[in-house]
C-alpha cells in the first residue's frame, strides 16, 4: 500500500466533504434534490479523475516491429479530452494532437488516444498536461521525434473570474527532430490544419 493510498480519505469522508460544501454554499443539504448529491459528486469525481489509476507507460508497453521499415510521421490529431483544472478544479476542454516518428517500433493507434486520456483524468495545468504526454511517448517509443499540441479552453477563466469566452490556450511540447527541424516540425502543424 502506497503512502498516498494510506492517506486517502473514504468514500464515506469524501461525501461528507461534499455535503459541507454544499452546505457551506446556503443551500438545504438535506433538501430532496441535495440528499444524493454528494453520492454523485463523489461517483464523477472517480470517473474525471481515473487518470491515478492508470500507468499511461503501460498503454504504450506492446509495440510493433514490423512495419516494412516506415519511418515518417505517425499522427493522431484532435484527440477530444477533458480535465479539470488543479487551481480551481473547474474543466478543461480541448483537443490534444500527437505525433511521433518512429526509430524501429509503432504502437497501436488507440494507445495514444489512451496516453492523453490516463493525463487529462487528473488535476492539472495544460503546461503539465502537453509535457507528460510528450514524456511519456518519448520515454517508451524512444522515437527520433515527438511533437504534442494541446487546445484548452478553460472554464477557471470563462465561468468565473476574468469570464472571457472563446479563448483557447494553446501549449506545445517538441521533442528530438520536432525541435531540431522546422520542416517536421511545420508538417506535423499542417496535419493539424488539414483536420480543422
Known amino acids: 500500500m502506497s503512502e498516498n493510498d494510506?492517506?486517502?480519505?473514504?468514500r464515506r469522508e469524501a461525501e461528507e466533504a461534499v455535503r459541507v460544501l454544499l452546505g457551506w454554499t446556503g443551500d438545504d443539504v438535506d433538501r430532496e434534490g441535495l440528499v444524493d448529491t454528494p453520492k454523485r459528486?463523489?461517483?464523477?469525481?472517480?470517473?474525471?479523475?481515473?487518470?491515478?489509476?492508470?500507468?499511461?507507460?503501460?498503454?504504450l508497453s506492446r509495440t510493433f516491429k514490423e512495419v516494412n521499415g516506415y519511418d515518417e510521421i505517425?499522427?493522431?490529431?484532435?484527440?477530444d479530452f477533458n480535465s479539470h483544472c488543479e487551481h480551481h478544479v473547474a474543466p478543461i476542454i480541448g483537443k490534444a494532437h500527437v505525433a511521433y516518428l518512429p526509430r524501429d517500433k509503432?504502437?497501436?493507434?488507440?494507445?495514444?488516444?489512451?496516453?492523453?486520456?490516463?493525463y487529462a483524468r487528473r488535476l492539472q495545468v495544460q503546461?503539465?498536461?502537453?509535457?507528460?504526454?510528450?514524456?511519456?511517448?518519448?520515454?517508451?517509443?524512444?522515437?527520433?521525434?515527438?511533437?504534442?499540441?494541446?487546445?484548452?479552453?478553460?472554464?477557471?477563466?470563462?465561468?468565473?473570474?476574468?469570464?472571457?469566452?472563446?479563448?483557447s490556450m494553446v501549449t506545445s511540447q517538441m521533442l528530438g527532430i520536432f525541435r531540431d527541424d522546422a520542416r517536421a516540425r511545420a508538417e506535423f502543424l499542417a496535419m493539424i490544419d488539414r483536420g480543422r
Open 106 to 118: 509503432v504502437v497501436g493507434i488507440s494507445k495514444l488516444a489512451r496516453v492523453v486520456d490516463a
Open 127 to 167: 503546461e503539465k498536461l502537453t509535457a507528460q504526454i510528450a514524456e511519456c511517448i518519448s520515454n517508451v517509443l524512444e522515437p527520433r521525434g515527438v511533437a504534442v499540441v494541446v487546445e484548452g479552453a478553460h472554464e477557471c477563466m470563462t465561468t468565473r473570474g476574468i469570464g472571457k469566452r472563446n479563448v
Open 6 to 10: 494510506r492517506k486517502k480519505p473514504t
Open 74 to 79: 505517425v499522427a493522431l490529431t484532435h484527440i
Open 41 to 59: 459528486v463523489v461517483r464523477a469525481f472517480e470517473e474525471w479523475f481515473s487518470g491515478y489509476a492508470v500507468d499511461p507507460y503501460e498503454f
